[in-house]
């Protein structure tokens, strides 16, 4: 039966041919004839082809909880009260981008900057849709499911592809997850996507949970004074003895994974110059300073010596407070702005600063890329609450995955950008919506990997890496 016109199915592809032709063939009107913008087309593949591989190394920023964008980096000022909320943004360095007002040393930066403002996808859960970010791919199973069954951390693909592990005994990927009290729970951080999964316990990260804004050194990473050399290569030799009956008894994958953690934990300790990138008393007063003499400011700091030192991928997550009466993380479910601008977005704002000038100066920032993220963003208006949620004060916002911001910088990143957009209230993408599988896509391509890699798992099954596409508009 032919559909009248008035149908919505027909009204619904009618729009999106009008989309199309706005996108394609309308561009005639605002001066790109089909030559220029197939010339666009080439250039843009060119542009990835040069920025194929240009990170040495990543620092991911990730700002647990899930900061609201309306008040980072996506405000919205002409949106009603209940939208748009208590905060003002900004005008940046670069002429035409605006941030918040509680940002104003990014501001200073935004040159440096690709704004992804339209990144979505649709997990409301904190501890499954992180896997998303983390590894490009929605989590396996609905729920959760085993750790073992997730996809791997884009840092435990660079320790399965041996990155980093050929310049320095330090581990391919480390993960700062501090606790800034003593005795603070840790429920949110044991979330899916942080480790290895499939690819197998021996490739999971090296975690530092200590402040270290209270203790410098890292406690488990030392070499006693009074071991010296010959007497940790005889604990090596008993060690190796120890391990090789453990094996006879036992061949499990996390037998495998203890051995191959306690080989690796020897060679670091036996090297003085790798341990030194773990202390922060090795490091300037003055730059110390500058982070910030916070548990974030130092935790970045650290991530900072870390791949210079030669590890290819640094994750920092957002520490637990360990305080009652605010809130926990980014996960502003009540005084979301009391806690923004006090809390939360004065250490962020200096840490990723200094981060961006330190990196800089050292001659680093062309090749280490820098990503500032969450695993989803806030809802559009102040008290909202949302199906699956854990619901809102009258001063918070709910979690929100249908649109939030992710924002780059460094090694191939094209700077003073802004990239996609969101609709009037935030709240869903309006134009070129960014999946985390394209995020993903866009670090490892940078990080020299083909997106379409594709891997075996345990079982010896092939698996394809990721499925999104690197972000040609942001690459510089």
């Known amino acids: ?112 900057l690709a704004i992804i403002r339209s990144v979505h996808h649709a997990d409301v859960n904190h501890t499954t849709a992180t896997h998303e970010l983390l590894t490009g791919r929605p989590i396996p199973r609905v729920g959760g499911g085993p750790f073992n069954e997730d996809w791997p951390h884009i840092g435990s693909v660079l320790a399965h592809l041996r990155r980093g592990r050929e310049r320095t005994p330090l581990p391919s990927l480390v993960q700062m997850m501090p606790i800034s009290a003593e005795g603070a729970p840790r429920f949110v951080e044991q979330s899916h996507g942080q480790g290895a999964g499939w690819l197998g316990p021996t490739l999971n990260p090296y975690t530092i949970d200590q402040d270290q804004n209270v203790t410098a050194a890292v406690g488990d990473i030392r070499l006693l004074a009074d071991v010296a050399p010959g007497r940790g290569a005889d604990r090596r030799r008993l060690l190796h003895e120890v391990e090789t009956q453990a094996r006879w008894l036992d061949e499990s994958a996390d037998v495998r994974a203890m051995d191959a953690h306690y080989l690796r934990a020897h060679d670091l300790l036996t090297n003085r110059k790798a341990l030194e990138a773990f202390n922060l008393d090795k490091e300037d007063p003055r730059v110390r300073d500058r982070y910030g003499r916070n548990t974030h400011g130092q935790a970045v700091l650290q991530a900072r010596r870390l791949v210079e030192a030669g590890v290819p991928l640094v994750t920092v997550f957002w520490q637990n407070d360990g305080t009652t009466n605010v809130s926990v993380y980014w996960d502003t479910h009540n005084r979301n702005f009391t806690d923004l601008k006090t809390r939360l977005m004065p250490p962020a704002d200096r840490a990723f600063s200094t981060l961006l000038d330190d990196l800089e100066a050292r001659g680093l920032l062309d090749e280490t890329l820098v990503v500032w993220t969450g695993e989803f963003g806030r809802t559009p208006r102040v008290g909202q609450s949302v199906v699956g949620g854990a619901g809102a004060g009258k001063d918070g916002r709910d979690h929100w995955p249908h649109c939030f ?72």
């Open 1 to 112: 039966m032919r559909r009248s016109r008035g149908c919505p199915d027909f009204r619904e592809k009618r729009r999106k041919a009008r989309r199309e032709f706005l996108r394609a063939g309308g561009l005639g009107l605002l001066g790109m004839n089909l030559p220029t913008c197939l010339a666009t087309r080439s250039l843009s593949a060119a542009r990835d082809r040069s920025t194929f591989g240009r990170a040495k190394a990543c620092i991911l920023l990730f700002m647990w909880g899930g900061p609201a964008q309306q008040e980072t980096w996506d405000l919205k000022p002409d949106a009603p009260e209940q939208v748009r909320g208590e905060f003002r943004p900004i005008e940046t360095v670069v002429p035409g981008i605006s941030i918040s007002e509680h940002f104003p040393n990014l501001a200073q930066r935004t040159d440096k």
């Open 405 to 476: 911001t992710t924002v780059l910088a460094g090694a191939g990143i094209r700077g003073g950008t802004v990239y996609g957009a969101s609709d009037r209230w935030a709240a869903f993408p309006a134009l070129d919506p960014v999946t985390p599988a394209d995020i993903v896509a866009t670090i490892y391509h940078l990080l020299g990997i083909d997106p379409t890699l594709e891997l075996r798992d345990t079982l010896n099954r092939p698996m394809l890496l990721c499925t999104g596409r690197p972000i040609g508009a942001v690459l510089g």
